[in-house]
């Protein structure tokens, strides 16, 4: 199956409630759904698989009790999918990911470039953009500002991403992009820890703090972005906290709100950036006030 990670922007009139959901059960017309789910429906298809997983049709949204089983299983889901495809480029599940890209929007200043190659017959003119900005994957797509689909990236196994620059297509061999620059890291493995913990050797500790400098990379990045509840700071970067865990082979008890008991005098020095240290606290907190998860906005 696939699944689908794109920005709601707002209410979505085809979600699944408790009043539609006996009808839902027997089938719905393609036309019902919003232009986003449809077109993963379509790119689905066109890759083959049958099944489509979107969180808005197979979760009953106005069930507490149904939202509060599937979300915990966030992470499976995602990574547990032969593909996610991201609609990166969409503020609202109304808009089209599949349209075509506006040059001049997604690149600022083009300029198209005919030219000839030196082996070939004058006849045969190519063509080629060049443009005034990188053309890289910088992840400032709409979908990049929300916190939810920070964690649907990092745990999916194959990504199909159609963002305003750039389409990508990121597996275990590899990440493609059509056109520009395919840099493009993430921390966040399956793959077990090589040392133990207790191992005392320079190279030991070396590794270990890099793995917890991208744990701070990680929870930097993620707090940059929004959430439409905030109580959801942790619960959506959980998958996250679990494959961290699961690299290092640490016990789920030593993950404590958003910090690892392992770490945790150096996890405890986390701090919000100057320019908002007086300005913006938050009125209401979310966890325990020594974590970065008890207040809002970015550390």
Same mark, same amino acid.
């Given at each position: ?5 794109? !920005? ?6 085809s979600?699944t ?7 839902? +059960? ?6 019902? $759904?919003?232009?986003t ?8 298809r066109?890759?083959?698989l049958?099944?489509?997983w979107?969180?808005?049709? !197979?979760?009953?949204?106005? #069930?507490?009790?149904?939202? =509060?089983?599937?979300l915990?299983k966030?992470?499976?889901?995602y990574?547990g999918a032969?593909? @996610? ?9 109304d808009?089209s990911? $599949? ?13 198209r470039?005919?030219? +000839? ?16 900005t990188?053309?890289?994957? @910088? ?6 500002s ?7 990236r990092?745990r999916?196994?194959r ?12 597996c ?7 056109g520009?620059? =395919? ?5 966040v ?12 050797s ?8 890099l793995?917890f400098?991208?744990?701070? #990379?990680?929870?930097?990045?993620? @707090?940059?972005?929004d ?6 700071r942790l ?9 961290f ?7 789920? #008890?030593?993950?404590?709100?958003g ?5 945790? +005098?150096?996890? $405890? ?10 300005n913006?606290?938050? =009125?209401q ?7 970065w ?7």
């Open positions: 199956y696939a699944a689908l990670s794109y !920005c709601w922007g707002g209410n979505q009139e979600k409630v408790k009043a539609k959901l006996e009808e839902r +059960c027997k089938g719905f017309a393609l036309t019902d $759904l919003s232009k789910i449809q077109e993963a429906i379509f790119t689905t066109e890759l083959g049958r099944y489509l979107v969180d808005a049709i !197979c979760i009953v949204q106005d #069930d507490k009790a149904d939202c =509060n089983q599937e915990p966030m992470d499976r889901i990574s032969s593909i @996610t495809i991201i609609a990166a480029r969409v503020t609202q599940a808009d990911f $599949l349209r075509d890209r506006d040059l001049s929007e997604s690149y600022e200043s083009v300029c470039v005919k030219y +000839c190659r030196s082996s070939e017959s004058a006849g045969n003119i190519r063509s080629a953009f060049l443009s005034a990188r053309l890289d994957i @910088t992840h400032d797509d709409p979908i990049d929300r916190g939810w689909t920070f964690q649907e990092l999916s196994f990504v199909l991403s159609f963002g305003r620059k750039q389409t990508v297509w990121k275990p061999a590899g990440t493609f992009v059509d520009g620059e =395919n840099y493009f890291y993430d921390k493995t399956d793959s077990p820890f090589p040392r133990r913990l207790d191992d005392p320079s190279e030991a500790k070396r590794d270990l703090d793995a400098g991208d744990w701070q #990379d990680l929870v930097k990045e993620y @707090t940059e972005r959430l439409s509840q905030k109580a959801d619960p959506a970067f959980a998958a996250i906290a679990m494959a865990g699961s690299l290092l082979q640490l016990d789920s #008890d030593e993950y404590v709100a910090l690892w008991r392992f770490d945790v +005098c150096r996890q $405890l020095r986390w701090r919000r950036p100057d320019d908002m240290a007086v913006r606290w938050c =009125n907190r979310h966890g325990p006030t020594w974590s998860a008890s207040l809002d906005g970015p550390v």
